[in-house]
């Protein structure tokens, strides 16, 4: 039994690793390749960190936590090496998911200031702040390191090996900056980013059922039955239809959210309890477990912020007939407007909040028709008005 359990685990570990390279690559590629998507830089940072995850880390988190590997030595350097990757990666990708979901409540709340302020510079310089303060969290874990010429097994290169009472501080400092204030922030962006979308559904129902009721008034018979039909519309049973759309959007929302704390919160909660907690011991089972579930984030994150866009599923699907030297057919090419960071994501609550009746009034436009809808057909609620300069 014990060796099919280390079996399974190896197989699931070196499945994650794998489908972490191969999900990563495809999105980071499509991005790449396809110039109006190139606004998605954060997405694609995001791609290139786990991507460096999945080719250094997972590897050599294979080696430390299965039993096939015991007899693994590790240099003091090599542990320092493995903790350095360990904890600059995970930093890099927490950080990076937090300014996505920021990026994405600024392109719906204020629209008119992100599409001024949102440069190329400002970008850069949110990359080079990811790296900075993940360099900076993982010099605070190196601190009091022993020198010299020791060595440790492969299962034991944890941060907990390194003697003192520093890793204590550290495990406080990095579990607060790099989990619960990035929980903070993506639970407060997307809850802001639903209720703004909740609101401009609400605002679509009325405009929608006048819409119905001709303008000009016909002397006819049919005219006159068509006006008191649609005049005397029971407008509450719009409502169920209105829920229903209201709780796509919500699931939409949760599964973000969802994915990331049960990613990430049993990893912080073990190493926090491990460091706090009198007379516990990090290392074992249990911390190649919650290891592990975190990992796995780095596998999901392309399909729920990549792979998930209408926008470069298009573009793969493009090009992967391309290579196949298959003819296009009759395919839309993506706007300059279309091509907007988050405008898929935006359109998408739309679209979850809309009911049945507003269905077709939804779906019916051309994509850039649409957006033109959305950016003038009626104001966002919670968009800050933009001063005229």
Known sequence: QSIAQEVVGLLCMVLLTL????????????ILK?????KFIFVCHLCVVDLLSAIFLMPLGIISSSSCFNRVIYSIAECQALIFLNVCFISASILTISIISIERYYYIVHPMRY????????????????????????????????????????????????PGAHKKVFVIIFSIVCFVLPT????AVYCSIYRVAR????????????????????????????????RN??????????????NKAILTLVLIVGQFLCCWLPFFAFHLHSSVAAGTAGGGHGEMVVTWIAYSSFAINPFFYGLLNRQIREELARLRRSCLNRPLGQELCLSVSEASVQENFL???????????????????SPRNRLDETKMG???PGQVPEESS
């Open 199 to 230: 609101m401009a559904s609400l605002q679509r129902v009325p405009a929608t059922a006048q819409a119905v009721v001709p303008r000009h008034r016909s002397d006819s018979i049919a005219s006159q039955v068509t006006i008191i039909t649609t």
């Open 184 to 187: 903070i922030i993506i639970f």
């Open 19 to 30: 489908t972490a390279l191969v999900a990563n690559t495809i999105v980071m590629v499509v």
């Open 347 to 365: 359109q998408f609550l739309q679209r979850a909040t809309c009911t049945l009746e507003t269905h077709t009034s939804c779906i019916s436009p």
């Open 115 to 162: 599409e001024v302020k949102m440069t190329i510079r400002l970008a850069v310089a949110g990359v080079i702040f990811i790296w900075v303060k993940s360099v900076l969290i993982t010099i605070l874990a190196l601190v009091g390191w022993p020198q010299g010429n020791g060595a440790t097994s492969a299962s034991r290169c944890t941060v907990y090996w390194s």
């Open 233 to 246: 519309l029971p407008l509450p049973r719009l409502m169920p239809e209105h829920f229903l759309g209201s």
């Open 378 to 380: 009626f104001p966002i």
């Open 34 to 38: 396809t110039p109006l998507l190139r």
